[in-house]
């Protein structure tokens, strides 16, 4: 689902902002929603003014279709990489403990982080082509998303990739989705996301000197909001982001 709308007003740079606000399938395999995001880019690459594309992106790195026992067989049984994996655990005489480790290494490293590296077999994270796709993808004036992570115009100045726009943590990101009685951080993820393109056209907004005009600042993630009244707001946190309309100063 994709619903835009935009905002013209003479004090925003070229006059014109699109706001994309999208919902990606959470039912179905990584692969699924970086298609759904491909149609998605597709619909708003010809625009030539800022534009801020968030949501609820479900990148959990899980594949939450709807599944039965015999889908489950076939699915690792088909799977080149299950046979990969069993083959080398005999090879090693890697056991069940090592396995439940490994499990969990990589569910540590990408439950905040769904933008660390793929490694094949050892620890994979199917969100990676996500933000590939995203961070590769240019509109046609030649701009593209801002995926800076300057510390001076991160909140808390914790600088890193995509931290200009998304608040990070300790380790990865603040996560914006929790269960209802979450253990420690299993139950909790990033989900949600504020993409911005910004005014400069032709500029991919990658290196720190480049342009900052209506460039994200200061993105953040409001932890205590959804937990304000007993039932919670949502499940899901809020996030806000500035995005200044002159050239700038980083924002204390």
Known sequence: AMLLADIVDPR?????ATIVATHLENRT?????VAQLGEVLAEIKPIRHPVLLAG???????????????REIKKRLGDPKFWIKTGAKYALGVGLLEDIALGGMTFGRRHADPTVKHIPIVSP???????????NFRFDDGGGFDFRGDSSRSWGGRGNL???SNERGAKGFITTYAVNRPIKFIGKYKLDWIFVKPADS????????????????????????????????SDHRPMIVDLPITETTPIE
């Not at 925003?12 to 014109?16: C, H, L, N």
């Not at 395999?29 to 929603?33: D, G, M, T, V």
């Not at 959990?60 to 026992?69: A, F, H, N």
């Open 29 to 33: 395999k990584p692969a699924n929603r």
């Open 56 to 70: 609820d992106m479900n990148t959990s790195g899980e594949d939450m279709t709807p599944t039965t026992l015999g």
């Open 12 to 16: 925003i740079p070229t006059g014109r």
């Open 125 to 135: 994270n199917p969100e990676r082509r996500f933000f590939a796709t995203l961070e």
């Open 162 to 164: 995509l931290s200009n």
């Open 202 to 233: 032709g500029r991919t907004a990658r290196k720190p000197n480049d342009s900052r005009l209506f460039a994200p600042y200061n993105g953040r993630t409001l932890r205590l909001l959804p937990e304000m009244i007993e039932d919670r707001v």
